[in-house]
């Protein structure tokens, strides 16, 4: 880079020695500094120790004058840059100093400190609407924590006209024999359960009806009907349901029970028939229909 017109080396070093001389400036800074002022490097001429009445006049002199020095600040403030302005507010005031308190100089270094501090708060603005713009971002991105009262699986589905809360809320299970979705209450528990026996080695038994209460494990569902117990025993529904053989007296003690409840209420349905709805996926739609 060229240098300022009117300084040269020598000028560096007369300059450098009447700083060295108030002894304001730490070893080795005035040399960067003077070479940054009269080469345009404005980053190194970021070093220069505010508020030094010597340095400032020596740095004055090296540029040619106060003048040229708050001209060098000026032009490097017209860069628009962070790091430029940062400098060019420094030797702006160096400017200042070094003139002794003149109007036009002070004016202008008010004007470079004025620009420096809008750039200042512009970056910070920026820096914090990018960092906004990164948390709302990020938070889209995620899953929400609450579902909204709106979404679409509050909506009525193919769910035989349940919708996701209302079977999370009834605890609603499909039944085995006839693929209707009814709430758990009012259906048979069938349980497959781990059993330690006293050797130490594990075993898998069924459970149901009241020792079905409480248990852990793989379940089945089968509704409170001979008809669809019967469907259940015929097609194996339980055994598929639960990935186990079940013992025959576990059908039977379903079917005593279904027998029991449909006595109370006065129904029979041991000989009704089973029309299956066409389609793979239609079941999600409307259950089968006992006739």
């Not at 070093?13 to 490097?41: I, L």
């Not at 899953?143 to 909204?148: E, S």
């Not at 409170?224 to 339980?238: D, E, G, H, P, W």
């Amino acid at each position: 880079m060229t240098r300022v017109a009117g300084v040269g080396a020598r000028a560096c070093v007369r300059a450098r020695a009447r700083a060295r001389g108030g002894g304001e400036a730490r070893r080795g800074t005035n040399s960067r500094m003077f070479a940054a002022a009269s080469s345009g490097r404005a980053n190194d001429a970021v070093f220069v120790a505010h508020g030094a009445v010597e340095t400032s006049r020596a740095l004055a002199d090296a540029c040619g004058g106060a003048v040229k020095l708050i001209e060098r600040a000026e032009a490097l403030a017209r860069t628009n840059a962070s790091a430029s302005l940062e400098a060019a507010r420094a030797l702006a005031e160096h400017a200042e100093v070094a003139s002794g308190g003149d109007a036009n100089i002070s004016t202008r270094a008010r004007e470079i400190e004025l620009e420096h501090g809008r750039r200042v708060i512009l970056d910070a603005y920026y820096a914090e609407t990018a960092r906004a713009a990164r948390r709302q971002r990020n938070r889209s991105a995620a899953k929400p924590k609450k579902r909204a009262r709106d979404r679409a699986c509050r909506k009525p589905k193919a769910r035989q006209g349940w919708t996701r809360p209302e079977m999370r809320e009834r605890n609603a299970r499909t039944c085995v024999g006839c693929e209707k979705i009814e709430a758990k209450d009012a259906m048979f528990r069938i349980v497959r359960c781990s059993v330690t026996l006293d050797n130490g080695k594990q075993t898998t038994t069924v459970k149901y009806g009241a020792d079905a209460d409480g248990a852990c494990g793989r379940s089945a569902y089968v509704c409170k009907t001979r008809c669809c117990v019967a469907r259940a025993t015929k097609n194996k529904s339980i055994n598929r349901a639960l990935r186990c053989s079940v013992d025959k007296d576990a059908y039977d003690a379903l079917a005593k029970a279904a027998a029991v409840i449909e006595d109370d209420a006065g129904v029979d349905t041991s000989g009704l028939t089973f029309v299956r709805p066409e389609g793979t996926a239609a079941r999600w739609s409307a259950p089968g229909v006992w006739l």
